[in-house]
């Protein structure tokens, strides 16, 4: 089982860009959530996907938006950029039928905006 | 709202000793789950420990345990016998059954040789 795998690990863009970041949950998970965790703090919910639907989301502007494919592989889309957004991404999976369920996370994607 | 607080930035601890990270929380809600996660340098989020707020009795798994004081909306966490491994980003998190997870700032504990 190769868990939460995202891609690309690192990406650069300037400031105005659009970025497309992808991530494949863990085998058998059903939800995928994104968070964004800037330098020296905690994860920030971005929003959740569940059924190819957005679920719940936080409080972040509507230049984030993502989706999720029928094999519950998920995007998260910036449009753009702002040099706010340099941060890491973090992918988490789980099964929304299981309340306590441990969320598995990728290893993220570092976002650098110039 | 709902919010997730650790008040320690940062936290030293000599290898083999014991050290308890702090967490408090704030939900209106009745059922909820807590758990702590922990970030190595590497970046991938572990898990740690979780704990059902309806169960009354700390959860345990090995040397990490917890002090979930529900009325006080407490859920510290103890390292015993810590060891190297153990250096790292340490979060509380707060899941209220809904789809929104909400971490707190972390705590980073170094440990020293």
């Known amino acids: 089982d190769a868990g939460v795998t995202q891609s690309p690990t690192h990406l650069i863009k300037t400031r105005g860009q659009q970025v497309t970041l992808r991530c494949s949950p863990k085998s058998g998970h059903d939800t995928v959530s994104w968070y964004q965790q800037a330098l020296g703090q905690g994860p920030q919910f971005i929003f959740q996907?569940?059924?190819?639907?957005?679920?719940q989301r936080g409080n972040f502007p509507d230049r984030f938006s993502g989706h999720q494919y029928p094999n519950y592989s998920s995007e998260l889309n910036v449009n753009a950029l702002l040099l706010g957004d340099s941060a890491l991404y973090l992918c988490?999976?789980?099964?929304?039928?299981?309340?306590?369920?441990?969320?598995?996370f990728g290893q993220g994607t570092r976002l650098t905006v110039v | 709202a709902q919010t997730v607080t650790q008040s320690q930035p940062e936290m030293s601890v000599q290898e083999a000793e014991t050290v308890t990270l702090s967490c408090t929380y704030d939900?209106?809600?009745?059922?909820?789950?807590l758990f702590w996660y922990k970030q190595p340098p590497s970046r991938q989020m572990i898990l740690v420990i979780r704990?059902?707020?309806?169960?009354?009795q700390n959860a345990t798994e090995n040397r990490f345990s917890v002090n979930f004081q529900k009325a006080a909306k407490s859920f510290s966490l103890k390292i015993s016998d810590s060891q190297l491994g153990d250096a790292a980003m340490y979060f509380c998190v707060l899941n209220t059954g809904g789809f929104k997870t909400i971490f707190g700032a972390g705590t980073r504990l170094f440990v020293k040789a």
């Open positions: 704990q059902e707020a309806y169960k009354q």
């Open positions: 988490a999976s789980s099964l929304v039928v299981v309340r306590n369920t441990e969320a598995f």
């Open positions: 996907y569940y059924e190819e639907e957005e679920r």
């Open positions: 939900t209106s809600e009745s059922d909820y789950y």
